[in-house]
């Protein structure tokens, strides 16, 4: 009977740890979106994941879905596949991006939660978790 228990709780805990280890599914882009994206990392190759971006000017970001986001800094192109929805309406028009990235100095890093806030008003709109950003260079 004890044998039949663990064999029953390994046959029942397999699957879910092994979903624990798929990793997370790529995001969801419209047509649109995902057109967008192609064309602006056309011609260039994805490095290693880092952890945090070497440095940020909200200007110098493009919002390609509600959760990914391109950042552009010292010539390369950082893209942000971040859980949950930064930007609701897939949009930066009419948004600020806040972030809490007071334990990494101020930079943009894995792990910091974002916040987008309507610029007229400053009411939340959306919320996510930055993961880590992929570097893509010319070759």
């Known amino acids: ?8 709780a390994a046959l029942v805990a397999a699957p879910l740890l092994a979903s624990c280890f ?7 882009r419209n047509p649109q979106g995902q057109a967008l994206l192609a ?7 994805a490095g290693n994941p880092v952890n945090c971006l070497p440095s940020y000017r909200t200007g110098d970001l493009e919002v ?5 986001i391109l950042f ?10 971040a859980s949950g929805y930064c930007y609701p309406s897939g949009s930066a028009a009419g948004y600020v991006l806040v972030t809490t990235g007071i334990a990494s100095g101020g930079r943009l890093c894995d792990g910091d939660v974002a916040r987008t806030v309507t610029s007229s008003g ?3 709109a959306g919320s996510c978790t930055l993961n880590p950003f992929v570097p893509y260079r010319r070759p």
């Not at 390609?64 to 990914?68: M, V």
């Not at 552009?72 to 596949?81: C, I, P, R, S, V």
């Open 1 to 8: 009977m004890i044998a039949f228990r663990s064999t029953l």
């Open 39 to 45: 064309q602006r990392l056309a011609g260039k190759v």
């Open 64 to 68: 390609i879905d509600r959760d990914t």
């Open 22 to 28: 798929a990793g997370e599914p790529p995001p969801d």
């Open 122 to 124: 400053g009411f939340t």
């Open 72 to 81: 552009e800094a010292g010539g390369t192109t950082y893209l942000q596949n």
